[in-house]
């Protein structure tokens, strides 16, 4: 019966938080948060289990990016001295 449900592309991989966050090496709060802020596609079933759509996840990160820090932007991190006026 596996076999059936993965050659009809119309039903989606949905896996619970534990298997989603092993799946792509993050935490089970950073996926349930992702779940419950709607970032990515989920449900709720049974006595409050939730099951996330694993394409959607894949989507989600393959869309994500850090943006590149600004050429004039100071650097965090760095101590600089305060101009004082004696």
Known sequence: M???LNQNNNVPVMKGI????????ISQH????????GAVKAVRVG????LINVQSMADFFNQSSIPEPEK???KQGVLR???VKI
Do not use: H, S, V, W
């Open 47 to 50: 006595r409050g289990k939730i």
């Open 18 to 25: 534990i298997e989603c966050a092993e799946i792509f090496g």
């Open 72 to 74: 004039d932007a100071p």
């Open 30 to 37: 950073y996926c349930r948060q992702l779940a419950l802020t």
């Open 2 to 4: 596996n076999m059936m």
């Open 81 to 83: 001295p305060i101009p």
